[in-house]
């Protein structure tokens, strides 16, 4: 196992399965403890197992980014336990069927439920974690985006997406980037560094596992210049901070 992340503590939303379990499963092997946060205890604790099993520090907490009660249970948990916390990656997301309309078609109810996990369930964990963040000496965000939520793709009509215009998911993933540049600069002068990855078409209950990507390429790639959730998480103290990534580099905003 390396260790180069040993001592660290990081937090996965949405870590009981998919991209989020194999977020944790890596940094658990590279020494980080990890929480695995899962709206359901149970499903949570399962996965904690399925890690532990592998000789990884992986612990259970329970986090509904919609539910600030979770949120608020799950920061005293962490303060209580570490003191602190390293990482934060914001996996946990949502897609809904009735978003496969036309833009002008979708109704405002999946609009409003899309982005209150997408969204304001992103945010509502940052600002209520930030303060344990800053008690790290290196305190790394990272927000799961998609390539869906780029302006520039989806304005050009050779983009390999192009089709997929699904209004909430899409404009809920530019809000996303739009955090992450905001809260970037925001936290510039301090250790902290905040990015957005994108995990690429991955098979996930997300897409009805409709993605031609693993949940191990979507969690790390393995091109050159490629920083994807599990690399932005681990970055050095030179590392970049305010960027979209995906296994190709950088990403257009």
């Known amino acids: 196992m390396s260790e180069d992340l040993k001592g660290k503590v990081a937090l996965i939303t949405g870590a009981n399965k998919g991209i989020g379990y194999e977020i944790a499963r890596q940094l658990g092997s590279r020494g980080a403890t990890v929480l695995v946060g899962s709206r359901d205890i149970g499903r949570g604790e399962e996965a904690a197992n399925k890690l532990r099993s592998n000789q990884i520090d992986a612990r259970t907490i329970q986090l509904d980014v919609i539910d600030q009660k979770t949120i608020d249970s799950a920061s005293k948990q962490i303060e209580r336990e570490f003191g602190k916390l390293d990482i934060l990656v914001n996996n946990a997301g949502i897609a809904s069927d009735g978003d496969r309309l036309p833009p002008s078609q979708v109704d405002i109810e999946t609009l409003r439920h899309t982005y209150e996990t997408n969204v304001f369930g992103v945010f509502a964990v940052i600002k209520t974690l930030l303060p344990l963040l800053k008690k790290s000496k290196a305190g790394r965000i990272v927000n799961l985006s998609s390539g869906l939520g780029s302006l520039t793709q989806n304005s050009d009509p050779n983009y390999e997406f192009a089709n997929a215009k699904s209004l909430a998911y899409n404009s809920s993933k530019t809000a996303v980037n739009a955090i992450t540049v905001l809260l970037a600069a925001e936290l510039k002068d301090t250790s902290i560094k905040v990015n957005a990855a994108d995990p690429g078409f991955t098979a996930t209950d997300l897409n009805q596992h409709r993605g031609y990507r ?18 932005l998480a681990s970055l050095p103290d030179d590392g970049s901070s305010e960027g979209f990534f995906d296994e190709n580099g950088v990403v257009p905003w």
Do not use: M
């Not at 693993?214 to 690399?231: C, D, K, L, S, W």
């Open 214 to 231: 693993t949940v191990e390429q979507g969690a790390i790639p393995t091109g050159g210049y490629a920083y994807a959730a599990v690399r």
